[in-house]
């Protein structure tokens, strides 16, 4: 549905490469996830980032 900005899929990527454990396929669980390992104050950028690494967690690809 759209082009990520390059921001959101650098974000993501580096989560999944240090935290990929951390992650599974449910939106809200990695929401969550994202809120406690990182800092994002930007409640709209947290979660474009958990849904960008929802969707790379569901389809296997990293």
Do not use: C, W
Request: net charge positive.
């Amino acid at each position: 549905m759209g082009i990520k900005p390059t921001y959101i899929k650098a974000i993501g990527l580096e989560l999944l490469d240090h935290h990929g454990s951390r992650f599974s396929n449910n939106f809200d669980e990695n929401k969550q996830t994202i809120t406690e390992i990182t800092n994002i104050d930007s409640k709209r950028v947290r979660n474009r980032v958990a849904g960008f690494v929802t969707r790379k967690v569901n389809t296997g690809r990293r």
